[in-house]
C-alpha cells in the first residue's frame, strides 16, 4: 500500500512538469500561501445572544496589531532569514560535569582546540608551566607560593589551606571525549608544607577536591569567555593525539584474536570509539566503565547529518523493531587493561569470545581505521 501511494505521488509529481497549472500555479492546489494573510477581511466580534445575562467577556484570541495593518501593501510579502543564535551556541560550548567529587568540563571542541586555552587561562593566572605534552593532552605547573599567582587564585588556595609558605602546583589533563570532536578537561592539584622539597606526586584522584573544584569552577567560566571571542587551535596537539604508540593483531593462548594497544586506558577508548564510528557497523550502545563497545555487525553504522534523499523519503522506511531484531548479531568490544597496555578482544557476550573469523574482522576494521 506504501508503494503504491509513492507511485501516486510520483505520477502526479511527473504531470506537474508539463504545464499543469491547475497543480502549482498561483490558483493551483499546491500553491503558494504564505501571502493569504494579505486578503484577509477582519470581521465584527462575536455577539452574544441577549437573553444571556451573565457570561464571561470574550476577548480576541488573535487581535489584529494596529501598528502593521496596511491597505496599501501590495504584492507577496518574503519574511526575512532568521539570524544565527551564535550566542546560545557558544553558551552550550563548555559545560560543567559531575561524577561524586570529581568535576571536570566537558568542552564542544577537539583537544587541540582546547589546550591553548586551557593553557591561556593559568598562565593568565600567573602559573609558570614545568612541563607540556600536547601529543598526550597533559600540561603540570611549578611549584609556587600563592603570593606569585593571581588574587583570585590566592583566595582559592587559601580557602584550601594552601596559604603562608607552603607552595602548589597543578596537572591538567585535556582527553577526547566520548563523541567525536569533544574533549574532557580535568585538573588535580598537588600541595606541600612550607619548606618541604618533597617532590609530592600527582594521584589519578583528587585529594584537594574543594581547590580542584574551584579551578575548574574558574576556568570553565575562562573558556566561556574565549568561546565569545574564537579560538585557536595547537597542530601540535592535534597530530595523532590519541592514536596508540604501537597497534598489532595477535592472537592469546587459546588462539582468540587480540588486538595489543600501546596506549592508557583513557586514549585507547576514545581511539577505539573513532574507529568504530569509522567502521561500517552500528554501535548500539557503550559502557565505559566497563570498557565494552555493543556493535551489531547486521546494521549500517549511523551517520550524523544524513538523510535520505527524495526517492529514499519518497519510498523508502525505516525498518520495524521486529525485523532488526531479527536479523541482529549483536556482540561486544572488551577494553582490558594488561600491564602498560590495552587489550581489545570481541565477544559474543560476557561468558562467550567471538567465533575467530568475527574477531579478525571485527578487529582489523579498528586497527586499520586508528591510524
Known sequence: MKRMAGLSALALIISSTSGCGWIWGPEGYFRDRGSDYLQAQQTAPMQLPPDVSTAK?????????????????????????????????????????????????????????????????????????????????EFTTSWQHPDELSASVAKRLSSAGVSGDSEARVRVRIEPGVQRNTSEVYVVSAARPAGSTADVEFTNRSVNTGLDAALVDDLLASMSRSAEKGGSVSLLAARDFDTPSRVSLSEDGSGNPVLNLGADLDRAWSSVGRALEQGEWRVEDINRSLGLYYINLAEKAERKNEEPGFFGKLFGSKPAKEEIEARAERYQVRLSKVGENVQVTVEKNINTVAPADVARKVLGVIQDNLG
Do not use: C
Open 57 to 137: 467577556r470574550l476577548d480576541p484570541l488573535l487581535p489584529i496589531p494596529r501598528n502593521v495593518a496596511d491597505d496599501n501593501v501590495k504584492g507577496e510579502y518574503i519574511v526575512p532569514r532568521p539570524q544565527p543564535l551564535s550566542a546560545m551556541a557558544d553558551a552550550s560550548d563548555y559545560t560543567l560535569q559531575k561524577s561524586g567529587d570529581a568535576q571536570w568540563v566537558l568542552a564542544q571542541h577537539s583537544p587541540a582546540e582546547v589546550w591553548p586555552v586551557a593553557v591561556q587561562f593559568f598562565q593568565d593566572n600567573g602559573f609558570r608551566l614545568d612541563e607540556q605534552r600536547p601529543q598526550t593532552g
